[in-house]
Structures are given as structure tokens and as C-alpha cells.
């Protein structure tokens, strides 16, 4: 409960969160700087606590980490209390490989940034709990968290559910449990620890290294428990598209991005903001999470897409290809929807053969900056599977990021004969 002398209307703690940055100990290093914006930008909010899921450092050299801490120091007077854990480039050490432990890895970690020792660590900070786990699965060459881990991870929630079992338990793990938020469902979401979860309805969990925009509402889940996406401060990723590199997106660079969050007595809010434009991203649709959590009337369950929309193209939109020198493309406008438009499906046919010959997934730009935002899209036409003189028919699916699909653009037209495709040569290299 707040106190009589607390005004309601401000919270009872303030919460930075600043994750993946990816950082090399250079002023003018990219995952520095923006790091410095964050926290410029986290400053005036007089956070008492800053939260990190992991991924400091580009490779886990000391004196990126004590350069973050300096950088902490610089912008904040009196220093609030950092909470998090280490991610896999923290991991990644330079020097002789038997030095490559965990465990003295994670000790220069923790030392190097002024957090506690204990993996997992547990820190209260007026009356809330923070609980840290770090271990690098992938050094330890396995996809999951080990037994022994999820154990201690348990016995420290457990402690904070007994101490209240009406509040959050905020959780920090760099891997994200699975087929939660945007980005989970892939190798790296924790099938153990979502199931340990589980049982927990207080646990709110936090965690990195998915990289996913926060532009997608689908950064915040909830299920039997809470979970909450931190995105990035290096660069964006998203899988599954045809035009993204290993999952990076095109024009990655421009997602960069961190979150503030507010606690009170009753609820938890959520703003997301973008570094480089200095911008609140959807500042009139902050997340706000009722206190205390009740899954029956939780408002970020799958639940969810039931109300969503399909996105929809203008009534006089037009598709066209356009020939460029040994590649093709296709340009449209860009489908309307009341959130954004995820992604483009686009279906092509050989109608002389009457099959399919491709269906994959274009992603559009939300997550860009919005001075880069475009009314037009143009995607790269696969010139590996298009055939010189071949009638095709081209469908063009606007889709929603909960999935719901619209109606398409459709185009029958052939290829011109004499073409000649360039071949091997990647999509969208990543500027």
C-alpha cells in the first residue's frame, strides 16, 4: 500500500531499462553512444533503479563494461541501483581459451559493473524483488538453461512470493521463456524455465537478445505470468522474412530503442522509446499492467488478435513491376491499418504451369524511423525462380503483426523474354 504522505498520482518506483547495446569501449562507438543517449534520456526521469537483460559488451572486454559503468556515473549524481544479467556477447571473451569459464567470466562481469556476485543475484528495492540469472547457454554449447540453474532461479522466486505474493517478481534472464513475446517461439526461447514460470502467476519476466522492434505490441505477453521484451540498443532483428539477413532486418541500424517503466500500488506502466529520434513510440498507448496480476482479466494475452484488424490496401492502389538491370521489382502502395502493417505476403504463380513457384514474406517498415517511414513499398522479385518469357501471377497479402491477412493486390503479367536475371547475389545487404 502507498502511504498517506505519498502523493498517488507518482509512483512508487521509478524503473530505466536499457538492454543488448552490444557496446566497444570507444566514444564514438556505435553501441556507446546510444547507450549515452539512453542514458541522457533516462536521467531527467530520476529513475532509482536500471535494469539490463544482458549483451553490454560486443565481446565481454572488461573495459567496455567499466566504460558503461562511467557513463552511469556521468549522467546520474546520485547512481540508481543496476539490476540484470550478463547475455552470450558478455560471454564472449577474448584471450586463451582455457580462460573461457563461466564462472570467471560472470565474475568480471558483475565486478565490472558494481552488481552483486550471487548468479542468481536478488536484490529488494522498496519492497519489489529483482532477480537476475545469467548463463551463457550457447558457450556451454546447449540451448537450455541447466537444471541446476532454473533450480536456484525458483528457490529466489519462491523467496519473494512468500515475502508478497501480491506483487511482481520481476524476472531478468538474456534468453526470453518460450512462445511468449515476439520473437520466442525460436531456438533460443526456454521451454523449462516458461514451464517453471508457470506456476508462478507473480513472476514478471524480463529479457533480451531477440532484438524484436517495440513498435509490435507483441513485446508484452501474458499468460500464466507476465513477459516483456527489451529490445535493443544495436540493432533490430525479425525472423522468417525473405528480405531480412539471417533475421537482421533491412536498415537495422534504425532500431534502437529502450524502455522506462513506473511502478505503482495497482499497476505497472510501460513507455517504449526510441533513441535516436528522441522519440516516445506510441506515447497515447503506453503498457499498463493491472496489479495484482490476474490472468482472467490480464489485457496482453493472445487474446488479443480476436480484436485486431486486416489491414487494408487503397481502393485504387496499384501494383507494377519494374525492370533494373538484371533485377526486378515489385512496387505498391502501402496497405492502411489502424496498428501497423507487419508484414507482405507475396504469392506468385506460374500460370502456364498453374503452380506456385514462391510464397514468402516481405517485411515492411514499421519499426524505421519515422522520417523513413515510405507510402510506397518496393521489394526485391526472387530472379532465382523466375523464369524469362513465363506468364506469372503476383498477390500482394498486407498482414497485421498478430497475423490477420487482407485482401490482396493481385497483377498477371509475363516476363519479358530476352531478361536475363542476375543470380547469387544477396538481398538488402545490411547498411
Not at 520466442?184 to 513472476?203: D, I, L
Not at 487494408?312 to 533485377?327: C, I, Q, S, W
Given at each position: 500500500?502507498?502511504?498517506?504522505?505519498?502523493?498517488?498520482?507518482?509512483p512508487?518506483?521509478?524503473?530505466?531499462?536499457?538492454?543488448?547495446?552490444?557496446?566497444?569501449?570507444?566514444?564514438?562507438?556505435?553501441?556507446?553512444?546510444?547507450?549515452?543517449?539512453?542514458?541522457?534520456?533516462l536521467?531527467?526521469?530520476?529513475?532509482?533503479?536500471i535494469?539490463?537483460?544482458?549483451?553490454?559488451?560486443?565481446?565481454?572486454?572488461?573495459?567496455?563494461?567499466?566504460?558503461?559503468?562511467?557513463?552511469?556515473?556521468?549522467?546520474?549524481?546520485?547512481?540508481?541501483?543496476?539490476?540484470?544479467?550478463a547475455g552470450?556477447?558478455?560471454?564472449?571473451?577474448?584471450?586463451?581459451?582455457?580462460?573461457?569459464?563461466?564462472?570467471?567470466?560472470?565474475?568480471?562481469?558483475?565486478?565490472?559493473?558494481?552488481?552483486?556476485?550471487?548468479?542468481?543475484?536478488?536484490?529488494?528495492?522498496?519492497?519489489?524483488?529483482?532477480?537476475?540469472?545469467?548463463?551463457?547457454?550457447?558457450?556451454l554449447?546447449?540451448?537450455e538453461?541447466?537444471?541446476?540453474?532454473?533450480?536456484?532461479?525458483?528457490?529466489?522466486?519462491?523467496?519473494?512470493?512468500?515475502?508478497?505474493?501480491?506483487?511482481?517478481?520481476?524476472?531478468?534472464t538474456?534468453?526470453?521463456?518460450?512462445?511468449?513475446?515476439?520473437?520466442?517461439?525460436?531456438?533460443?526461447?526456454?521451454?523449462?524455465?516458461?514451464?517453471?514460470?508457470?506456476?508462478?502467476?507473480?513472476?514478471?519476466s524480463?529479457?533480451?537478445?531477440?532484438?524484436?522492434?517495440?513498435?509490435?505490441?507483441?513485446?508484452?505477453?501474458?499468460?500464466?505470468?507476465?513477459?516483456?521484451?527489451?529490445?535493443?540498443?544495436?540493432?533490430?532483428?525479425?525472423?522468417?522474412?525473405y528480405?531480412?539477413?539471417?533475421?537482421?532486418?533491412?536498415?537495422?541500424r534504425?532500431?534502437?530503442?529502450?524502455?522506462?517503466?513506473?511502478?505503482?500500488?495497482d499497476?505497472?506502466?510501460?513507455?517504449?522509446?526510441?533513441?535516436?529520434?528522441?522519440?516516445?513510440?506510441?506515447?497515447?498507448?503506453?503498457?499498463?499492467?493491472?496489479?495484482?496480476?490476474d490472468?482472467?482479466?490480464?489485457?496482453?494475452t493472445?487474446?488479443?488478435?480476436?480484436?485486431r484488424?486486416?489491414?487494408?490496401?487503397?481502393?485504387?492502389?496499384?501494383?507494377?513491376?519494374?525492370?533494373?538491370?538484371?533485377?526486378?521489382?515489385?512496387?505498391?502502395?502501402?496497405?492502411?491499418?489502424?496498428?501497423?502493417?507487419?508484414?507482405?505476403?507475396?504469392?506468385?504463380?506460374?500460370?502456364?504451369?498453374?503452380?506456385?513457384?514462391?510464397?514468402?514474406?516481405?517485411?515492411?517498415?514499421?519499426y524505421?524511423?519515422?522520417?523513413?517511414?515510405?507510402?510506397?513499398?518496393?521489394?526485391?522479385?526472387?530472379?532465382?525462380?523466375?523464369?524469362?518469357?513465363?506468364?506469372?501471377?503476383y498477390?500482394?497479402?498486407?498482414?497485421?503483426?498478430?497475423?490477420?491477412?487482407?485482401?490482396?493486390?493481385?497483377?498477371?503479367?509475363?516476363?519479358?523474354a530476352?531478361?536475363?536475371?542476375?543470380?547469387?547475389?544477396?538481398?538488402?545487404?545490411?547498411?
Amino acid at each position: 500500500m502507498i502511504s498517506g504522505c505519498v502523493n498517488p498520482v507518482e509512483p512508487v518506483l521509478r524503473v530505466g531499462i536499457v538492454s543488448d547495446n552490444q557496446a566497444y569501449p570507444f566514444d564514438y562507438d556505435w553501441g556507446m553512444d546510444n547507450m549515452d543517449k539512453a542514458l541522457a534520456m533516462l536521467a531527467a526521469k530520476k529513475p532509482e533503479v536500471i535494469l539490463t537483460a544482458g549483451d553490454i559488451a560486443d565481446d565481454s572486454t572488461a573495459e567496455t563494461l567499466v566504460r558503461t559503468a562511467e557513463l552511469m556515473k556521468k549522467h546520474f549524481p546520485v547512481m540508481p541501483q543496476l539490476a540484470g544479467c550478463a547475455g552470450n556477447h558478455d560471454y564472449w571473451i577474448t584471450g586463451p581459451i582455457e580462460s573461457r569459464t563461466p564462472e570467471k567470466t560472470f565474475a568480471g562481469f558483475a565486478e565490472s559493473l558494481g552488481l552483486p556476485p550471487d548468479n542468481p543475484s536478488h536484490i529488494v528495492i522498496k519492497g519489489y524483488h529483482f532477480i537476475s540469472l545469467s548463463e551463457d547457454v550457447e558457450f556451454l554449447q546447449r540451448t537450455e538453461y541447466s537444471a541446476e540453474a532454473l533450480a536456484k532461479l525458483e528457490a529466489e522466486i519462491q523467496k519473494a512470493v512468500a515475502a508478497d505474493p501480491a506483487k511482481p517478481v520481476f524476472v531478468m534472464t538474456h534468453y526470453p521463456p518460450v512462445n511468449t513475446i515476439a520473437g520466442s517461439s525460436g531456438k533460443s526461447g526456454q521451454r523449462a524455465m516458461h514451464e517453471m514460470m508457470k506456476k508462478y502467476p507473480q513472476v514478471f519476466s524480463l529479457s533480451g537478445h531477440t532484438h524484436y522492434p517495440l513498435e509490435d505490441e507483441r513485446s508484452i505477453w501474458q499468460g500464466e505470468y507476465s513477459a516483456l521484451s527489451l529490445s535493443t540498443l544495436a540493432y533490430g532483428c525479425i525472423g522468417g522474412m525473405y528480405n531480412s539477413c539471417n533475421g537482421i532486418v533491412p536498415f537495422a541500424r534504425e532500431v534502437t530503442q529502450m524502455l522506462y517503466m513506473e511502478v505503482f500500488a495497482d499497476k505497472l506502466v510501460i513507455r517504449r522509446y526510441n533513441v535516436t529520434d528522441k522519440r516516445e513510440i506510441k506515447p497515447d498507448s503506453p503498457w499498463v499492467v493491472p496489479l495484482p496480476f490476474d490472468p482472467a482479466t490480464a489485457p496482453y494475452t493472445d487474446a488479443r488478435s480476436k480484436q485486431r484488424t486486416a489491414p487494408e490496401f487503397p481502393a485504387d492502389a496499384k501494383v507494377l513491376l519494374r525492370y533494373d538491370y538484371g533485377f526486378m521489382y515489385i512496387i505498391f502502395e502501402a496497405a492502411k491499418h489502424d496498428d501497423f502493417v507487419h508484414h507482405y505476403r507475396l504469392q506468385i504463380t506460374d500460370l502456364d504451369k498453374n503452380v506456385v513457384v514462391f510464397n514468402e514474406k516481405y517485411l515492411g517498415d514499421f519499426y524505421r524511423l519515422e522520417r523513413n517511414r515510405a507510402d510506397r513499398m518496393f521489394f526485391r522479385l526472387p530472379g532465382e525462380v523466375l523464369v524469362p518469357g513465363t506468364n506469372y501471377r503476383y498477390e500482394v497479402f498486407p498482414v497485421e503483426s498478430f497475423g490477420k491477412e487482407g485482401k490482396p493486390l493481385v497483377l498477371e503479367a509475363p516476363i519479358r523474354a530476352r531478361y536475363r536475371f542476375r543470380q547469387n547475389v544477396n538481398i538488402y545487404p545490411q547498411e
